[in-house]
């Protein structure tokens, strides 16, 4: 089956289109490995056409053509920091669909502008993923606890643009958000976030709990303070969090044990307890499998890059995250450095019977000005806990 969109020259982005009708995300092999390959070609033969920087940086690298995924080291990059201070666009302004940006409230943001394919097939890549995982289900009404923003007028925060069609996964009896719009700002709603928990557990049907962890652990350690007993949701809620502690790490806790407690203080399986991880400069999904890895897909490869040379690495060892998809035909971000430290390994290392290879963020690298929705939304922490 093929995609039900369809990108914008037919003629020019017959791999990309290729590439992305394949409709499962967990799929590997050389046929998959040629299609990838041929769909990155076309796309750096289509920004370095469309827009003067990268053309610049494609020439400076020698203007490569992959002849397999083995050359994808070759690839010319762009930091994401990069999108913090600048505006880059291949396609007329008329031509943005969808712009999004990074940090919630205060700081620097990345700013992406996203086509009518690159927005519509974004969306389409998470639903086929979220429904790999045999999340999508139409039939059955959810409560939602959503940890990001409120919604509010002209807002396009990335993290709140994603939890937006997260929550068209499943239909929503209800849905209360963390971050409550207040007018001018957001703040924090830990007294609500409990009452909201304490009503879904009463109420007895399933509950998806979806946004950043931090959010999460107050709630519980806030539950632990109140002396609420131990709830249990309905055994087919789901927790999916994602967006990491960045502002906060001094207060994180391992994923291990923050799993641990939703655990005991909710009653969700541990198979229901999923973590993404992502952003708005690289918009692909990546989720966790049954053994909590964050596993790529079909429709992306990753690379590791040392932080000193940024040559890049073999299996396990430590560095930049380097991601490469061909989807976006907006802006040349098809080819992403990532401040954050990661180490990649492969399939069979995992276990769990997907057949990509699955990786490890361990941190963000150095100290920057650079913020993301994370560091802006665990100001709002402070407040509220």
């Known amino acids: 089956m093929t995609s039900s969109h369809q ?67 070759r690839l010319p ?35 992406v502008f996203l086509d009518a394919w690159s927005a519509a097939i974004m969306e389409e890549l998470d639903t086929r ?7 999508v289900d139409p039939s059955e009404q959810v409560n939602y606890l959503v940890y990001g923003y409120e919604p509010k007028p002209a807002f396009d925060n990335g993290a709140t643009f994603g939890l937006g069609y997260v ?6 009896r209800a849905i209360r958000f963390g971050l409550r719009h207040t007018g001018a700002d957001h703040a924090f709603d830990p007294f609500g976030c409990v009452e909201a928990l304490l009503r879904y557990a ?25 002396g609420v007993p131990p709830l249990r949701l309905h055994p087919r809620s789901l927790v999916f969090l994602g967006g990491g502690w960045k502002g906060h790490a001094d207060r994180a806790i391992p994923k291990e044990d923050l799993y641990a407690s939703v655990r005991e203080q909710l009653g969700v399986p ?11 400069e690289h918009p692909l999904p990546y989720y966790e499998c049954a053994r909590h890895r964050l596993h790529t897909t079909t429709w992306g490869r990753m ?8 040559e890049p690495l073999p299996w396990g060892e430590p560095g930049y995250a380097h991601f490469v998809s061909p989807f976006i035909t907006s802006m040349p971000a098809h080819s992403i450095v990532m401040n954050d430290l990661v180490s990649l390994r492969p399939a069979e290392d995992c276990g769990c019977g ?31 806990i």
């Open 303 to 310: 690379l590791v890059r040392a932080v000193d040379t940024l």
């Open 167 to 172: 929550t068209d996964m499943a239909p929503a």
């Open 7 to 73: 990108v914008p020259d037919p003629d020019r982005l017959g791999a990309v289109q290729r590439l992305f009708d394949i409709r499962t995300p967990f799929v590997a092999g050389a046929e998959y490995d040629a299609r990838f390959v041929a769909a990155v070609n076309e796309i750096n033969l289509w920004h370095a056409e469309r827009n003067a920087f990268f053309a610049a940086l494609w020439k400076d690298a020698g203007e490569p053509r992959l002849d397999g995924v083995e050359d994808l080291a």
């Open 129 to 135: 993923t979220f429904d790999a995982f045999g999340w």
């Open 77 to 111: 990059f762009v930091h994401a920091s990069f999108f913090k201070r600048h505006e880059i666009r291949s396609v007329p302004a008329e031509d943005v669909a969808l712009r999004l940006t990074s940090s919630g409230t205060t700081g620097q943001k990345s700013q």
């Open 354 to 384: 997907l057949p990509t290879p699955w990786f490890t963020v361990h941190g963000r690298a150095g100290v920057s000005r650079s913020r993301s929705c994370a560091v802006a939304a665990s100001e709002l922490i402070k407040a509220g």
């Open 270 to 280: 541990d198979d229901r307890i999923r973590e993404a991880y992502g952003s708005v």
């Open 202 to 226: 009463e109420e007895g049907i399933p509950v998806r709990i979806l946004g950043f962890p931090a959010f999460l652990h107050f709630t519980l350690e806030r539950m632990a303070g109140l």
